[in-house]
């Protein structure tokens, strides 16, 4: 066999396993991401179960403690809480408010963005439920979003903003989550039918003229 076809053919065993090489690669870092966003998402369900354990205190221990200043803002509060003296007094403060006789919280729709090897960027919605001493349980659904960093003990919060609709979008959710689909829809088809059936006898009538 001439030399040149067998460098041609080793040039095309060396690329085909360089372009093996690359995909496994590829694969590698992909599988890596979504390790780190599984993660990512089952620290954002602890939260949710550690504020349902009602022992409040140990959301506190899914932040990075090295992080210099944490930004916490709650939608309830009036600013922000910026700086462990803050978010301690807010997480974790002497004695549980006796006003608060529970609270339940649950995280859905995350979604989560890598910015770098050990950061990420996270948004979801959570509804949240609560029971103010002598009154009824209320409950709303709440957009959140977060910064993580990687840590040896897994990823943990360096920043957390709670963001709710303003109060007319809120009002308009609640107006059309009362609305019976299942019943409603049929009218619109039956109203259109009808509206049609007027513009024709209104056309039969001009025609008529």
Not at 7 to 17: D, E, K, Q
Not at 94 to 117: H, N, T
Not at 178 to 199: C, G, M, N, Q
Request: glycine share 2%; aromatic share 10%; charged share 30%.
């Amino acid at each position: 066999m001439p030399s040149t076809v067998l460098a041609s053919l080793r040039a095309i065993f060396l690329l085909g396993v360089a372009l093996t090489m690359t995909a496994l690669a590829i694969d590698s870092v992909r599988a890596a991401e979504q390790d780190d966003i599984a993660a990512i998402e089952a620290v954002i369900h602890e939260t949710a179960e550690r504020w349902n354990s009602q022992d409040f205190r140990t959301v506190l221990e899914l932040w990075d403690p090295d992080q210099e200043v944490p930004f916490y803002l709650a939608e309830e509060q009036d600013d922000w809480f910026i700086g462990w003296e803050a978010l301690r007094a807010y997480l974790t403060p002497p004695m549980p408010s006796p006003a608060v006789e529970g609270l339940r919280e649950e995280m859905y729709d995350i979604s989560v963005k890598l910015i770098a090897d050990d950061l990420a960027i996270a948004a979801w919605n959570m509804h949240f439920e609560m029971k103010i001493r002598g009154r009824n349980p209320i409950g709303e659904d709440v957009r959140v979003s977060a910064v993580l960093r990687r840590k040896p003990e897994g990823w943990r919060y360096i920043h957390w903003a709670e963001s709710p609709m303003a109060p007319l979008v809120y009002i308009d959710k609640l107006f059309q989550r009362d609305v019976d689909h299942e019943k409603f829809t049929p009218l619109i088809a039956r109203s259109r039918a009808v509206k049609e059936a007027w513009r024709a006898e209104a056309a039969e009538k001009a025609a008529a003229e």
